[in-house]
């Protein structure tokens, strides 16, 4: 008996791409690794900045959730967008729908007020362009997506040094870290208590990525979970006017002044070679003075890809 292979709706709920071939590219080395690909993103609606008018990028979204034949829901790239789309999507119709929304960048929006709204998991994950694009494949980006999707004891381990002794338990969320605070104060933040923030960032100097922790630090939202797990920070420019202020200062001020530990390393970010991320699952964090793992459970995954 044949098994179907799990399908990919691509939406593009957020900037337009710019080159349609890179897009192409991602969707055909998606199918090599065994996925079947629905692209429902047409490059003639590009509207100002954006992939296409609002409504257009609703539609999408709406469209792939209301497909049976549809597994997940994959951000073709990141940029920005989804804010302007909050106000008008019906979380609880998407969570019901059953598939699994993935992506990152500005799809952080789109995930924390799905988890805000219904608790319904979402997958922090590679995009189609930036990400799965890039030749050769990344086959670390494309297993770790394929297993966090199909796998019920999803884990890894991460080799480094300097960050503190724990062990804790908790809900992951989390993101990109501008997408976070932008969130603060409005009904898509989630309200997590003990739980496993991570976040990450591109093209923030580390004083604006100091700020904005500060700013969650200040809202109170810091010292509310176990830990904090910062990934890549990355494409910013040092000047002559930070005088020493780097990435190692700012992270070692915050540690200094936030009672919660704060640990560097988590593969993920806006570089190729990233993990995948269940977003409201629960996380099982060990960290030791070689490095740290999660495990993670309590969120229902497809069934196993065959190729």
Aim: charged share 20%.
């Amino acid at each position: 008996m044949s098994t179907k292979l799990p399908t990919i709706a691509i939406v593009a709920p957020s900037g337009y791409s710019p080159d349609a071939a890179r897009d192409e590219r991602g969707m055909r080395q998606l199918q090599q690794h065994g996925w079947n690909i629905k692209n429902l993103v047409n490059p003639a609606d590009r509207y100002q900045r954006f992939s296409a008018p609002d409504t257009v990028r609703l539609a999408q979204i709406y469209a792939a959730a209301d497909d049976p034949d549809v597994d997940v829901v994959l951000a073709l790239r990141g940029g920005y967008g989804l804010s302007r789309l909050l106000p008008q999507l019906d979380f609880s119709r998407l969570a019901a729908s059953g598939k699994k929304f993935a992506g990152f960048s500005d799809f952080t929006a789109f995930q924390l007020g799905l988890l805000a709204s219904t608790g319904a998991v979402s997958f922090a994950s590679p995009l189609v362009t930036d990400d799965f694009d890039v030749e050769p494949c990344c086959t670390f980006s494309f297993d770790h997506f394929t297993q966090c999707l199909t796998h019920p004891h999803y884990g890894f381990n991460v080799e480094v040094t300097g960050n503190q002794e724990i062990q804790a338990r908790g809900i992951l969320w989390g993101g990109n870290l501008t997408m976070v605070t932008h969130l603060i104060g409005t009904p898509y933040m989630p309200d997590i208590d003990r739980g496993i923030l991570f976040i990450e960032d591109v093209n923030e100097n580390p004083y604006r990525v100091e700020r904005m922790l500060l700013q969650l630090h200040y809202a109170g939202i810091l010292e509310r979970q176990q830990a904090v797990i910062l990934g890549g920070f990355t494409n910013y420019k040092s000047t002559e006017y930070d005088n020493g202020y780097d990435f190692d200062a700012m992270l070692q001020f915050i540690r200094s002044h936030v009672n919660v530990p704060i640990l560097k390393g988590l593969p993920f970010g806006h570089f190729v070679k990233k993990v995948t991320l269940p977003i409201g699952a629960q996380a099982e964090l060990t960290s030791t003075a070689a490095g740290f793992s999660l495990r993670f459970s309590d969120y229902a995954v497809l069934g196993v890809l065959s190729r």
